[in-house]
């Protein structure tokens, strides 16, 4: 059963990503044509999952629509942890005898 469930999930979440963004009616139509047979509250289950996962956004279109799109995560730079890197960087490389000369 957890497979299978997973399965779904996975084949939901892969439908959902070549699309970026679809309504929640496309998205079953879709599902039912690659032979994935749900019915409407499994459909809704594995949604709801998804997105408390974080891996998608589902927003009210219209009174009986939904959208769905993948969730983008932003990389954000941290200037601090950069410099940290970059001095252990030279302090390993420095720890190198004969380095300083760049031989």
């Known amino acids: 059963m957890v497979k299978m469930v997973n399965y779904n999930k996975n084949t939901i979440f892969e439908n959902i ?11 079953f139509k879709k599902i039912a044509k690659s032979g994935l047979v749900l019915s409407n ?8 999952d998804l997105e408390i ?3 998608i956004s589902v ?4 009174k009986d ?7 983008i995560e932003k990389q954000e730079v941290d200037e601090y942890e950069d410099q940290i890197k970059e001095e252990e960087e030279k302090s390993y490389e ?5 380095t300083e000369n760049g031989l």
Not at 17 to 27: A, F, H, I, N, R
Not at 41 to 48: D, G, Q, S, T, Y
Not at 94 to 98: D, Q
């Open 17 to 27: 990503k070549q699309e970026t963004s679809l309504t929640d009616k496309v998205l």
């Open 41 to 48: 509250a499994e459909f809704e289950k594995i949604l709801l």
């Open 94 to 98: 420095a720890s190198f005898p004969g």
């Open 59 to 62: 927003s009210w279109i219209t």
């Open 53 to 55: 996962a974080g891996l």
């Open 65 to 71: 629509s939904r959208r769905i799109e993948v969730v």
